[in-house]
């Protein structure tokens, strides 16, 4: 079966930086994605990876190895603003996103 | 730009009543989804439309039924609805169905 996993809740300190890391096992892989979600709202883009290695996007950078199936999502500077859950999804062979249940991010002054 | 708007914004319904949850995109994608997020589980997609005039099942397509008539709508039908069918719908869209999604505000349904 096709499987997302990542850490159901972390918590980290305003200032800090934070890596949430995302494990899976798909049929096929067409590229992994992040988003970002506040509470009651949509999930918003973040971030996209297909090939090895770190995407940078400001104080954001995911990295991936597709080999060892893994990725993380790297958070600096954090702000109380980036409270929000962080999902992992991967688009499979036929380009379906596949989502992780999503890690909840508690940041603390 | 309104992007992708859903309605009604939430519900509650009586079982075994039927409901159209309704979402219009305005980017002229080419690709639509609708998924289904629940506590504790990933979204799930439930049924998806590559283009106008085509439609496809996601993996939790039961109880439900879409169209897609033109680019802009795709509407969301529970023919009957049943308590476990509570739920936060989202309705995203792509531009070619092998990229980036972008989602609508979504719609909290309430099935007692």
């Known amino acids: 079966g096709q499987n997302i996993d990542q850490p159901t809740e972390m918590t980290a300190t305003e200032g800090a930086i934070v890596q949430i890391n995302c494990t899976y096992q798909?049929?096929?892989?067409?590229?992994l994605f992040w988003y970002q979600q506040h509470a009651g709202e949509a999930p918003t883009f973040l971030s996209y990876?297909?090939l090895d290695g770190l995407e940078e996007k400001g104080r954001f950078s995911s990295f991936l190895s597709r080999s060892k199936g893994y990725s993380y999502l790297l958070l600096k500077e954090l702000q109380m603003k980036d409270s929000a859950s962080y999902l992992c999804?991967?688009?499979?062979?036929?380009?379906?996103?596949?989502w992780g249940a999503g890690t909840k991010l508690i940041i603390k002054p | 730009t309104a992007g992708i708007t859903q309605a009604p914004t939430s519900q509650i319904l009586a079982a075994g009543r039927s409901m159209t949850l309704r979402c219009t995109q305005d980017?002229?994608?080419?690709?639509m989804y609708w998924y289904r997020q629940d506590l504790g589980l990933g979204l799930r997609l439930i049924h998806y439309?590559?283009?106008?005039?085509?439609?496809g099942k996601g993996e939790v397509p039961d109880g439900y039924s879409v169209s897609r008539a033109n680019t802009d709508d795709f509407p969301l039908t529970l023919a009957s609805a049943v308590p476990s069918q509570t739920s936060v719908y989202f309705c995203a869209s792509s531009t070619t169905g092998t990229d980036t999604q972008y989602f609508g505000p979504g719609t909290r349904l309430t099935v007692l």
């Open positions: 439309s590559n283009t106008a005039g085509t439609t």
């Open positions: 980017m002229r994608h080419n690709a």
């Open positions: 798909t049929s096929g892989f067409n590229g």
């Open positions: 990876n297909v």
């Open positions: 999804a991967v688009m499979d062979s036929n380009y379906q996103l596949i």
